[in-house]
């Protein structure tokens, strides 16, 4: 049997999210909630269409960014010295 809502930290451990990150969704509306006392409750029903509606968003592949590469210590050093030759040219 289902329960009518759930403890934030449960709903946290069913969505496999930080606590921190349900209170987050909980603020910005996208999961509906109840305070009931001092305590935040969230209807399972609610958190059900919510777990549904993510999946359907991770069906569609997202393009990786691409990396971006740093440069070594031996073409750091060979920058500085061009830029240390362009800047004394430009100064005599």
Do not use: H, W
């Not at 709903?11 to 009931?36: C, D, M, N, Q, W």
């Not at 440069?71 to 061009?82: D, I, L, S, V």
């Amino acid at each position: 049997m289902e329960p009518l809502f759930l403890r934030v930290n449960e709903a946290a451990s069913i969505l496999g999210f930080a606590r921190t990150t349900v209170y987050k969704l909980i603020r910005e509306k996208r999961i509906p909630a109840t305070k009931i006392g001092l305590s935040i409750r969230i209807p399972y029903g609610a958190l059900k269409k919510f777990a549904e509606a993510q999946e359907d968003t991770f069906d569609t592949p997202t393009p990786r960014p691409k990396l971006m590469v740093r440069n070594g210590p031996a073409e750091r050093k060979a920058e500085r010295k061009n830029t240390a030759k362009q800047s004394s040219a430009g100064s005599k």
